[in-house]
Each structure stands twice: as C-alpha cells, then as structure tokens.
C-alpha cells in the first residue's frame, strides 16, 4: 500500500511535490512503519556511527554510490545488489536525511532517480533538526532482511547532463552555478599559499548564474518556503519556470540539492544536473570559461 | 592482509599504522571512531584564543591545528620535540579522527623527525578506500601544514 504524503506541514503544500518532503515528527511516527526506509547520508563518513535515526540504514555518496575506477555511478546490477544487501524493495519509501542542510541527502535521492526508484523523500531540515529538537538517536545497528531488488537500467537522461550536452547547452538553456562566489568568480583556485583544489583553471561556464546553493535553505536548514525560491530563481535570476535548467557545481553534489529544489519543489519540468561539474570543466582543454562575477556570454562561434 | 613496511616511520606512527592493517576492513571505521573520540581539547590558552590556529581549508569541516615547542619554549632546535594541537567540532568525526591519529602518531615527535615523515604518511593507514580519496585529502593537508608550521617554529641562533 502507498504511504502518503507528510500533510502536516502547510509549507510542504506549496511546493510542487509536496510528497517529497515529510517532516522531523512524520519520521519520528512513520519511519518504522512497514514499506518505510530511512536513509542517512552524509558528507562525514563516520557520523552514522556516532548516532543516527532508529530504524536508520546508511548509504554513503564515495563508497555505496560512485564507483572506484570509473568516475560514473553504479550499474543496474550494482544498484540492485546494494539495495538488496540493504533490505530495501523496488516498492518502499526511502526517506533520506543527512547533515549540511541535507545537501549530500539530495545527492542520494538525486541517484536513486537515476534508477527510476519511484517514491524518495527528504526529511526536510535533515540530521540538523533532528538533533536540534532532541529527537532519539541510536548507535545501535539496523538490519534488515535481505531483499530481492530488480535490474533496472539506469536513465541519466532525463535529469545528468554530460559535458557536451553542456556546450551544447551553451545560450540555449539556462545554467545554474550553485558554488561559493569565490569559486564563481575563480578567486579560489589562485589563493596563495593553498593547494590547488586539483582544477588547473577558476571561474565558471559562460552564461551561469551564480546562486550558491545554501540560499535555498533556512537557518534550520530546512528548505525556504516556495515564495522565497521562488524569489531568488525566477525574480532574481530569472529562470522560466516553464523551462529547462542545467545545474552545475564542483562534483555534482551540491548541485543535486539545488537539483531538488528546482525539479521538486519548484516544478520545473527538466532539470539536470551537471555532475562532471566544474572538475572535470576546469580541467578540460579548450573550453570556454568566464573569469569574475559577470555570467558572460556563450561564445558565438560555436553556433 | 600483510602490515606494510614501517620500518621507515618512527616507533609512535608505525605502531599506529601497523595498528589500522591489524583490524579487518568492516571494522576499521570503528577504530577511526574511537580516534575520533579521543582527541584531546585544546589547553585552555588556545581555547580563549582560536584565532591562534591555522585552519585547514581542504578539510571538508572546520579543522584548525597549531604547533609549539616543547614546554612552550619561545626557540628551539630540530632535535627538540615538538607538541600539536587540534580543534574540530564533535559533528565532523571523520576529521577528528584523521587529527586524532595525527595526535598521538606525532605529538611529541622532534621537528626533524616531523620534517622527515614519509610524504604518502596519511596513504599508509588502509583507511583511502574505506573514506574515499577525496576525504583523506583533509588528512594530507593537515600533514602538509603541521609540517610547514614546525618549519617556520622560531629556531634557537647561537
């Protein structure tokens, strides 16, 4: 039977998919329930281990998600066997939670869609808030039976964008720059004194906007109400909610949580996420990069 | 699995590295957590005075680490040892756990000794593919800088 939407949030309503998103206290009733897993991932590889949701399974974005030698993510058959490992059936509702503001939790959800996985939801103010109200947390470890999840081919179409889809892309679809403003504006990468971040060129795609992704989220880190995003991406910036947007940040992390909030919480209809990201443009051989804080303009002669 | 060869680290980290490959794979997180735990506060005079430390920027959580001499000597020589200091938040064990190791691997250890650690040190713990590559980085820059801070420790002129 489908587990329905968190309805208990008048903010959740707002939002495109409201049933993306439930709350601290719908986790706190529901996330035992059966057809219901909770997912914490992080950027710390360790903090499961000090404490995490009751009931909670741990996946994390370097070792469960991406592979060792090819820089992609797992197959059908690897993403089949580390759902089935973990207990978790093709019909369940994962709920994924995570610290910063859930940016690595978005990540998650973002590959589970890879796989077409139908119903994935955030905890709305992730690891954070949990914390926060003092809700229980337990070391002890979660098991579940072993389960018999399907090969599904994994479809990066719809929402991975490749590097030469991007350049592609290049003044025809809106791209979102969701990093620092130093790494926008390539500051970052000439600090003295620091090691280079293993990009040999700053600055950003020509055209980008830049929007660090932390504006999409509050001082609980939970996610700013739709009229505040709405704000910020379509007033400020002035995305067409009506089209499609390409996101971008430095591994395609960051860029999945701002993935979430246009594609879920806005409803844009094609979001993609440009995971290759600013590591593998920085480093590529002559692509356009514009250095500073103005978007610049996508170069003529391409087209 | 074989223990790698230590022979060219001092006693305190090849005890420490010898200690990470005698622990199987699934439960060498839980030895990097209990380092995590084990990392000592700050002395009181850093405490009040944060800004003292150097932060480590590729630490993907606020890590910050000082050096000094022995008994807070003002000068010292390379043979003189050399203490470290670390903060970092209780949030982000991975990196008090990656300073922690380095506590109790180097705390101690004279500045030539510090200044001669092999440069691929942080790759000998067995931890690079249990964390990621990209998350021992952080351990790595925290070596670079302790490094780069015992080198510029004032030095006692004759």
């Known amino acids: 039977m489908p587990i329905g939407a968190d309805t208990t949030d008048p903010k959740f309503a707002e939002y495109a998919h409201p049933q993306r998103l439930v709350s601290t206290a719908w986790v706190a009733e529901h996330g035992q ?26 996946v994390d974005w370097h070792t469960d998600l ?29 709920v994924v939670y995570g610290d910063k503001s859930n940016w690595w939790a978005a990540y998650a959800l973002w590959v589970f869609t890879l796989f077409g996985h139908q119903d994935v939801r955030l905890m709305d103010g992730g690891r954070d808030k949990w914390v926060t109200e003092g809700r229980e947390l337990t070391t002890e470890t979660t098991t579940r039976e072993r389960t018999d ?12 964008a490749y590097q030469p889809q991007v350049l592609e892309a290049l003044g025809q679809v809106p791209l979102i720059d969701v ?36 504006r999409a989220a509050a001082e609980d880190s939970t996610f700013k109400p739709r009229a505040a995003l709405e704000a910020i991406y ?20 960051r860029s999945a949580h701002t993935w979430f909030v246009l594609q879920h919480l806005l409803g844009f209809p094609q979001v993609r996420n440009y995971d290759g990201s600013w590591t593998e443009w920085g480093n590529s051989v002559r692509v356009p990069i514009v250095s500073g804080p103005e978007r610049g303009e996508a170069p003529g002669a391409a087209r | 699995m074989s223990a790698q060869d230590t022979t060219d680290l001092p006693a305190s980290v090849a005890e420490l590295v010898e200690d990470f490959h005698a622990v199987p794979q699934q439960d060498r997180l839980q030895l990097l957590l ?20 150097e932060q480590v920027v590729e630490c993907q959580s606020p890590l910050f680490l000082t050096v000094e001499w022995e008994d807070q000597a003002a000068t010292g020589e390379d043979s003189t040892p050399v203490r470290l200091f670390f903060s970092a938040p209780m949030e982000a064990p991975t990196t008090r756990g990656f300073a922690s190791i380095l506590h109790e691997g180097l705390d101690g250890l004279t500045a030539s000794q510090i200044a001669e650690l092999p440069a691929d040190l942080t790759e000998r713990f067995a931890l690079t593919q249990l964390v990621s590559p990209l998350r021992m980085r952080g351990m ?18 004759d």
């Not at chain 1, 329930?33 to 499961?48: F, N, R, T």
């Not at chain 1, 500051?187 to 950003?204: D, F, I, W």
């Not at chain 2, 209990?34 to 430390?53: D, K, V």
Request: aromatic share 6%; glycine share 8%.
């Open chain 1, 33 to 58: 329930d059966a057809g219901v897993v909770v997912i914490e991932s992080d950027e710390d590889v360790l903090l499961y281990e000090t404490g995490h949701i009751p009931g909670a399974l741990k």
């Open chain 1, 66 to 94: 991406n592979l060792p030698d090819v820089r992609d993510y797992l197959d059908g058959a690897q993403f089949a066997e580390l759902m089935s490992s973990k207990g978790i059936t093709r019909e369940d509702t994962i």
């Open chain 1, 149 to 160: 999840y399907p090969q599904v081919q994994r479809d990066d179409a719809p929402i991975r």
């Open chain 1, 179 to 214: 990093r620092s403003e130093p790494e926008y504006t390539g500051q970052r990468t000439h600090m003295a004194e620091y090691p280079q971040e293993g990009v040999l060129r700053g600055g950003h795609i020509p055209t980008a906007a830049s929007v660090p992704w932390a």
């Open chain 1, 234 to 253: 379509q007033e400020e910036v002035g995305l067409d909610p009506t089209q499609e947007v390409i996101a971008y940040c430095r591994i395609g992390e």
């Open chain 2, 34 to 53: 209990e380092f995590s735990r084990q990392l000592p506060a700050l002395p009181e005079r850093y405490g009040e005075h944060p800004e003292a430390l």
């Open chain 2, 140 to 157: 790595s820059a925290m070596l670079e800088r302790i490094r780069r801070q015992v080198a510029q420790l004032p030095r006692t002129t």
